[in-house]
């Protein structure tokens, strides 16, 4: 099988398409013929060697996808040869096959492409755990979302105001501010200043209950000045740096709460857990006319990096796919 792997850490150069023996499933696993698969920021990490594979994971990248099942290993009651699945992966999912455990596939949502399937799965898992199990989101809150023109942060926003949550989101340019304010989040241009007056003009002082971040370094100080009292903030990344300064007064004083989490290194339980709780509480939310990600644009798996250089391009105004069947 055509797979895509990074020959050398580096830039997007060093991706290079091998040939692979086509994987066999073992038990709890199933074998999925990829139609497509998501690109994520963590792919990006994996090729530079900022962020290697975890030992025993293969080098074959990619960490989602969506496709048909092809074989099952021992064990595996669902899902069924021949079903179509979207699935979260260890690694695996820039080729035409790749190997899924049993538990962390889902069924495709009514009316959703394969290649719209491919890029819901990381996310979906990541904003279940960070948005609404350790950041607690409720109904009736305020959220703040950065990057809000990203693939994670155009599904976020969506989420929220499905569970009847006020969104205020960041974003750079008027352009992606003004898209995302049709979506019907509250934009902020980053670019403009800082956004932490912004925030507290929009909620009348009183601030927002939770933020979720992408940015880190200076922004976090900006973010703990507009979170009100009992707010979390919940770190997915730190694309301006892991190192940042906290003022331990304001955080006790607000009685603030500062959360993070990673997916990939979770053990397998953990994340059969994960699956059981977004199968029952975000399923139910997608669809056309519902919940449905955002595809900026798709490639040919020959061109992963082309779609590697257009992430980091930050052009994107939402999810990236590699095509890997036809397209449909």
Request: with cysteine; hydrophobic share 40%.
């Amino acid at each position: 099988m055509k797979a895509i792997t990074a020959s050398q850490p580096g830039g997007p150069e060093v991706l290079e398409v091998t040939d692979r023996p086509q994987p066999q499933p073992g038990p709890g696993e199933v074998l999925i013929e990829v139609a497509a698969a998501g690109v994520n920021r963590p792919d990006i990490m994996q090729r530079s060697g900022a962020l290697p594979a975890p030992p025993g994971v293969t080098d074959i990248l990619g960490l989602e996808v969506s496709g048909t099942v092809l074989a099952v290993g021992e064990g595996v009651q669902s899902p069924a040869v021949g079903e179509t699945v979207m699935a979260l992966l260890n690694g695996g999912g820039y080729a035409e096959c790749a190997l899924a455990s049993a538990d962390l596939c889902l069924p495709v949502p009514e009316g959703l492409s394969p290649t719209e399937a491919a890029v819901l799965p990381e996310g979906l898992f990541t904003l279940w755990h960070n948005l609404f199990e350790r950041g607690r989101l409720a109904p009736g809150e305020t959220v703040l979302i950065h990057g809000g023109s990203s693939g994670i942060g155009t599904l976020g926003i969506q989420l929220a105001l499905a569970t009847g949550v006020q969104v205020i989101t960041t974003a750079g340019g008027p352009e992606k501010c003004a898209r995302l304010e049709a979506m019907g989040a509250r934009a902020i241009d980053y670019r403009t200043g800082p956004h932490a007056e912004a925030v507290l003009d929009l909620t009348q002082g009183e601030g927002v209950n939770v933020v979720l971040d992408i940015v880190g370094g200076a922004a976090l100080a900006q973010n703990l000045d507009c979170l009100a009292p009992e707010g979390r903030h919940v770190s997915l990344s730190f694309m301006a740096g892991p190192q940042a300064q906290v003022d331990l007064s304001k955080v006790m004083r607000k009685g603030l709460w500062l959360t993070s989490s990673t997916l990939r290194p979770k053990p397998a339980h953990e994340k059969a857990r994960l699956a059981r709780a977004v199968r029952q509480h975000l399923l139910p939310l997608l669809g056309p006319g519902k919940v449905a990600p955002l595809l900026s644009r798709s490639f040919p798996l020959t061109q992963a990096a082309e779609a590697h250089r257009f992430l980091e391009s930050g052009q994107n105004f939402g999810k990236i796919a590699l095509q890997i069947a036809p397209t449909e």
